[in-house]
C-alpha cells in the first residue's frame, strides 16, 4: 500500500510538472501559429501592385506588360511617314518624308479579365508582305508589388497575322506568289517581362518569336529577337521612351546581320529596329511621336524585315494616338466616371444608414 501510494504521488507529481510547461508553451505555440496566419492573409489583403509601369499597353512598337482593363475598349491609330533624309536628297521633294505614308495601322484591344484582353486589327505594311490583317491574345502571368517581393511583371502574347494581298504570278519565285493559301499567315509570340525601377524609371525585356510559312531561299521561318525598352518620365503626364530589338541568329545563316550600323556597314538589308519618342498622357488619351528606323507597325513585319539605316538617314516621323473606352455597368464609356443615377443611388443609400 505504501508503495502504491509513493507511485501514485510521484506520477501526480510529474503529470503536474509536465503540464505546468508543456501545456503553455503548447498554446504560445498554437497562438504563434494562428497570429503568423493572420499575418500572411493580412499581407495578401494589403498586397499593392506598381501602377503604370507603362502608359499604354504598346510604347512605341511593341508590346508592353501593361494590360487593357476589364470591359474596356482600347482604340489605336498609327503612322508612319517616309525617310527624313537620303542620298538622293529626295526628302527635300517629298517634304522630308510627309508626302509619304510607309505604314498605317487601326487596332481595337477589349479587356475580358483585367488579365486577359483580345485584340484585332490591319495595317498597312512595308515589308515584301503587306495588306496584313491580325488578332492577338494578351495573358499577365505576374504582377510586380511596391515592395518588390515580386520584382517584376510579365506578360505574354500570341499574335497571327495574314496578308490579303493579290498573288504575284509573274514572280513565282517571290515570296508574294503564295503558293499555298497557308503561306499567307506569319506568327509572333513574345514574352514582357518588365520592372519599374524606380518612379521615373522603367525598363523591359521582351524575348520574340517569329514564324513565317514561306521566307526567302536567303532566309530562315523562325527567327528569335530580344527586345529592350525604357520609359523615363519627365514630368505627371510625359516621359522618354526608347526601343531597341535585335535578331538573334548565327553569322550567315541568314541576310541578318549584327550591329551592322556600328559597324559602319551600309545597304547591309536588314538593320535592328531603334526607336525614340515622346509621350504626353492627357486623361483617356496617350499621344506620342517619335523618330524611328522601321517602317513597318507590326511585329510580324518589322520585326522580320528592316532595310533601314539610321547612318544613311533612312529615318522618318511617326505618331501614335491610343483611346480608351471604359465599359460597364453605371459608367460613362467616355469620362470613365459614374453615371449621375450611380451617383445618386449611393448618396440616396448612404443617407438611409444615417
Excluded at 501614335?320 to 453605371?330: L, P, S, V, Y
Amino acid at each position: 500500500m505504501k508503495n502504491f501510494y509513493s507511485n501514485f504521488t510521484y506520477s501526480t507529481l510529474c503529470f503536474t510538472l509536465f503540464s505546468f510547461f508543456f501545456f503553455p508553451f503548447s498554446s504560445f505555440v498554437s497562438a504563434q501559429d494562428l497570429i503568423d496566419e493572420l499575418g500572411k492573409e493580412e499581407s495578401k489583403k494589403t498586397r499593392e501592385y506598381v501602377f503604370a509601369t507603362f502608359k499604354s499597353t504598346h510604347l512605341i512598337h511593341g508590346q508592353t506588360i501593361e494590360m487593357t482593363k476589364k470591359n474596356a475598349l482600347d482604340f489605336r491609330i498609327a503612322h508612319r511617314f517616309g525617310n527624313i533624309a537620303s542620298s538622293n536628297n529626295e526628302h527635300i521633294h517629298n517634304m522630308f518624308g510627309f508626302d509619304q505614308a510607309a505604314d498605317i495601322l487601326f487596332s481595337v484591344d477589349y479587356g475580358i479579365l483585367n488579365n486577359l484582353s483580345v485584340g484585332a486589327g490591319r495595317a498597312k505594311g512595308n515589308g515584301p508582305v503587306n495588306e496584313l490583317w491580325f488578332g492577338n491574345v494578351k495573358y499577365r502571368v505576374l504582377e510586380q508589388t511596391k515592395d518588390f517581393k515580386i520584382p517584376v511583371s510579365i506578360s505574354l502574347l500570341a499574335q497571327t497575322s495574314i496578308s490579303s494581298k493579290r498573288r504575284t504570278l509573274d514572280a513565282p519565285e517571290s515570296i508574294t506568289s503564295f503558293p499555298k493559301w497557308y503561306h499567307r499567315f506569319s506568327y509572333n509570340v513574345q514574352a514582357m517581362i518588365a520592372i519599374k525601377a524606380t518612379p521615373w524609371l522603367s525598363v523591359q525585356l521582351t524575348p520574340s518569336f517569329i514564324w513565317r510559312n514561306l521566307v526567302a531561299e536567303n532566309d530562315k521561318n523562325g527567327l528569335f529577337v530580344m527586345g529592350f525598352s525604357a520609359r523615363a518620365k519627365v514630368n505627371k503626364r510625359s516621359a522618354i521612351v526608347f526601343e531597341y530589338f535585335l535578331p538573334i541568329t548565327k553569322n550567315n545563316a541568314t541576310f541578318r546581320q549584327y550591329f551592322p550600323m556600328v559597324r559602319g556597314i551600309k545597304n547591309a538589308g536588314y538593320y535592328p529596329p531603334l526607336n525614340i519618342g515622346y509621350e504626353i498622357e492627357t486623361g483617356g488619351h496617350v499621344f506620342q511621336i517619335n523618330l524611328t528606323n522601321t517602317a513597318g507597325l507590326l511585329e510580324n513585319d518589322f520585326l522580320a524585315y528592316n532595310p533601314h539605316n539610321w547612318a544613311q538617314g533612312q529615318f522618318r516621323l511617326g505618331f501614335t494616338i491610343a483611346r480608351t473606352f471604359q465599359f460597364g455597368k453605371d459608367i460613362n464609356p467616355l469620362t470613365h466616371r459614374h453615371t449621375k443615377k450611380k451617383l445618386l443611388r449611393d448618396l440616396k443609400a448612404k443617407a438611409e444608414k444615417e
